[in-house]
């Protein structure tokens, strides 16, 4: 079975702080695909990142840093002096390549950042 | 941005009234999928295509039906909507691959009422 679980429901944090979003997965297969997705208060949803289950290495993209670990199956989302526009509901989300066709997503993380 | 236009973007209708929604897509991605989209739920796949006439069922396919006759279109009918149906709905396309490592991308969605 494929799962994804975002725990943390909500989050404030006050400007300029760093916040984690946590994402634990499960699966069986050996070859699966993770991503990050933000939604802002405007409501579309925006591709972050993708990051492949044997390339381990983390990525960093300005403010925002993924780190993936197979051993704690988790995919966590770090965002470094985070600004109000980063207030936004974050989804992560799981691909395997036995369920090639499908993406399961967790129920997401909103993220408030006080000015 | 990836070409891929919801209608309407807003619908209100009554129960037991039936009710279709568009996905048109220009990107000429293989995979279409539908979304629905509630609070504590996050996104929950109702149904995807993989090609011209070839669909699956998601998680929530209940009380849904989807059609695809052309590579572009992707539509969504409700045949009969009940309140449950109240929910934003969100079109998604990905590539094909071997590897299943491409994204989705979404569609600026549809937020539905039913009264």
């Known amino acids: 079975a494929q799962k994804v679980t975002q725990a943390q429901t909500e989050i404030s944090v006050v400007e300029k702080e760093d916040v984690t979003l946590d994402c634990v997965y499960e699966?069986?297969?050996?070859?699966?695909?993770l991503f990050w997705y933000k939604q802002p208060p405007s409501g579309e949803l925006v591709f972050l990142i993708r990051?492949?289950?044997?390339?381990?290495q983390n990525e960093i993209s300005g403010r925002y840093s993924w780190n993936f670990q197979k051993s704690t199956s988790s995919f966590n989302f770090t965002i470094t002096a985070s600004q109000v526009v980063d207030s936004a509901v974050y989804f992560c989300?799981?691909?395997?390549?036995?369920?090639?066709?499908?993406?399961?997503f967790g129920t997401g993380t909103s993220l408030t950042v006080i000015p | 941005d990836a070409g891929i236009t919801q209608s309407p973007r807003h619908k209100v209708t009554e129960t037991g009234t039936p009710v279709t929604l568009r996905c048109h897509q220009t990107?000429?991605?293989?995979?279409m999928y539908w979304y629905r989209q509630d609070p504590g739920h996050g996104l929950r796949l109702i149904h995807y295509?993989?090609?011209?006439?070839?669909?699956d069922k998601g998680e929530v396919s209940d009380g849904y039906s989807v059609s695809r006759s052309k590579t572009e279109d992707f539509l969504l009918t409700l045949e009969s909507a009940t309140s449950s149906q109240t929910s934003v709905y969100f079109c998604?396309?990905?590539?094909?691959?071997?590897?299943?490592?491409?994204?989705?991308?979404f569609g600026n969605g549809t937020r539905l009422t039913v009264t």
């Open positions: 990051r492949n289950s044997f390339d381990e």
């Open positions: 295509s993989y090609g011209v006439k070839d669909t």
């Open positions: 998604a396309i990905s590539e094909a691959g071997t590897a299943h490592n491409s994204p989705l991308h």
């Open positions: 699966t069986r297969d050996t070859t699966y695909y």
């Open positions: 989300a799981l691909r395997s390549s036995n369920t090639g066709n499908q993406f399961y």
């Open positions: 990107e000429n991605h293989r995979y």
